[in-house]
């Protein structure tokens, strides 16, 4: 076999350390994350099973290694080895062996290109044992063993100095004009004081500008005083999927902190799950107390402009069926809000047999849309979503969040489906009433 057509392996490898310190930065991380909650969790699985149906990359491939509890087993393992309460013995007489680098190196596959951090696995375990957030605590210590996929880890470094993965803060302001222009509305740059400092994802930057435009559209229209600021611009947060701790962080407060420099009541946080998950539910833990800000994702913002008459939209009168984003509504709360939007629309809502709280994942959330090596599993994984899509008839497709919409693109490319997918957001401003 030529070199050119060997096998990729499925890890990938940052920076030039040992294998042992690789191993040791990996175990000090595993260790700090074994607080109350996760060592309950990792002492009360029964071994079920309950959660391999619920995961759709189990269900797309019927491998046992996309068992949830299966990708847990290295934290186990540490767990048992370092933290548990019968640790000293257990090391003692080995019966729980030492992490070994090519078991790391392997489980970068289950963690990053193998789970969405959904939790729709967490939604059926009878112990209640949250894997997702398990999940999300590995990859903390895989990112401080320098393992986690070269794409995330490139994203990562750019984050780290442009603010965001795809643009450099200097440039929003041009970026924002552009935009502007391109589309005829105005669109407020880093304004000394606003009531709403809106946020975008990274597409919506680059080649989705569209989403910008419908953003603006809406706030003009209510008269409201917002801006867009290159202090905090880009919500989506890379740190939350990769497991850099330090860059969620710092990008949160950079969201948070500008909003609160320019007076600020609401930051407005675009049609992206992740950017939801990091700044509503996971900003407060930088701050140790209520934040100062209310956190708004869009979703739950056209609901309520709808729902106080601050908007009136038009009746479109077709059938439509919903995606609902795992971190939006599963993991969020917002079941009812994108409902609501729909029906204003005059949008009769075809629900899929799995939806709302215990809809499928769309198969490429926690970076696994941006995870190159993953492609050909998250194929896989969209025939489920498809099917469940055809099944209702529903002649428009609609979902909330970005990154789904980026990837049921390019699942419906790859098997050359003509299903549109659209936005919501964009739903709304293309069919405000006077
Ligand atoms: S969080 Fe989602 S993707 Fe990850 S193991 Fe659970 S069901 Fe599977
Ligand atoms: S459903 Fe819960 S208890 Fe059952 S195997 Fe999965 S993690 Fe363990």
Redesign the pocket.
Known sequence: MSAASAPRPAFDRQGERSDEARVDGAMRSFVREFGVTAALHMES???????AEACHFYVATGEAKYT??YKLEPFRRAYLREAGPFAPLVRGLGLVKKLRIDELQQWQELIYDSCTMCGR?TM????G?D?AELVKEARHGMFKAGLIPDRLALMDRTAQQWGSPATPAEDLPDILADVAKQYGVRIPCDLPQADILVTAAPAELVEHTKALADAAKILNRIGAKWTMHHGGFDASNIGFNNGDMQLQERLTRAIVDTALQIGAKIVLLPECGHAYGAARWEAAKWYGRALPVRIVHMTEFLAELIASQRICVKKIGETATFHDPCQIVRRGGLEAAPRQVLAALGLELIEMKDHGVGAYCCGGGGGVVSNARAVPLRHKVFEIKRQQIEATGAKRFVTSCGQCHITFDMGAKYAHWDKKTESLLEIVADNLAE
Do not use: E, L, T
């Not at 699985?45 to 959660?51: A, E, L, N, Q």
């Open positions: 699985c029964v071994r079920c099973g309950m959660c949830p509890v696995c059926v375990c009878p112990m044992i894997i």
